[in-house]
């Protein structure tokens, strides 16, 4: 079966940086992404993988080994807006995104 | 440019009746999708379209129906609502298969 892990919850200092990791197994890899979810929100897209090692966006990084199936998300200056689930995603052989339950993460002053 | 909306926002149904949840997209994408979200798992796919006219069913499509007769709106329907379609759902487009998708709001249902 197909199946993405993340951890359920983190908790981090406003300030600080936080890695969310992302483990994966697909039928097939054609892509890994990144989106954040705000509490009642709809996702909005944060960041897109295919080949492997570091994307950089602003504040946000999103890394990723195809071999070892594996990806984190680096969120750098945590601020409060950050409160957020983080979704990993992963599009299969038949290009369809398969989902990660969500990582929530808290920000703490 | 209203992106991807959603109607209705909430609503309450009883088991058995039926309904449609409207989406629409104003950015010209071929790709429609519906999910639905519910707590503790990923989103899970339903039906999606690759175009005006043509429909698939992606991983959950039990008990639901869509259609694309537009090529900017995509109708998610529900004949016979059950409580285990209690969810949250949402729409979302997007260019091509490989490209980011963008969601709507979601439209939360309950079933009773």
């Known amino acids: 079966g197909q199946n993405i892990d993340q951890p359920t919850e983190m908790t981090a200092t406003e300030g600080a940086i936080v890695q969310i990791n992302c483990t994966y197994q697909?039928?097939?890899?054609?892509?890994l992404f990144w989106y954040q979810q705000h509490a009642g929100e709809a996702p909005t897209f944060l960041s897109y993988n295919v080949l492997d090692g570091l994307e950089e966006k602003g504040r946000f990084s999103s890394f990723l080994s195809r071999s070892k199936g594996y990806s984190y998300l680096l969120l750098k200056e945590l601020q409060m807006k950050d409160s957020a689930s983080y979704l990993c995603a992963v599009m299969d052989s038949n290009y369809q995104l398969i989902w990660g339950a969500g990582t929530k993460l808290i920000i703490k002053p | 440019n209203a992106g991807v909306t959603q109607t209705p926002k909430f609503r309450v149904l009883k088991t058995g009746q039926s309904m449609t949840l409207l989406c629409a997209q104003d950015m010209n994408h071929e790709y429609m999708y519906w999910y639905r979200q519910d707590p503790g798992m990923g989103l899970r796919l339903i039906h999606y379209s690759v175009g005006e006219g043509t429909t698939a069913k992606g991983e959950v499509p039990d008990g639901y129906n869509v259609s694309r007769l537009k090529k900017q709106n995509f109708l998610l329907g529900l004949e016979s609502a059950a409580p285990s379609q209690t969810s949250v759902y949402f729409c979302?487009?997007?260019?091509?298969?490989?490209?980011?998708?963008?969601f709507g709001p979601g439209t939360r249902l309950l079933v009773l």
């Open positions: 697909t039928s097939g890899f054609n892509g």
């Open positions: 979302a487009s997007g260019r091509d298969y490989q490209e980011t998708q963008y």
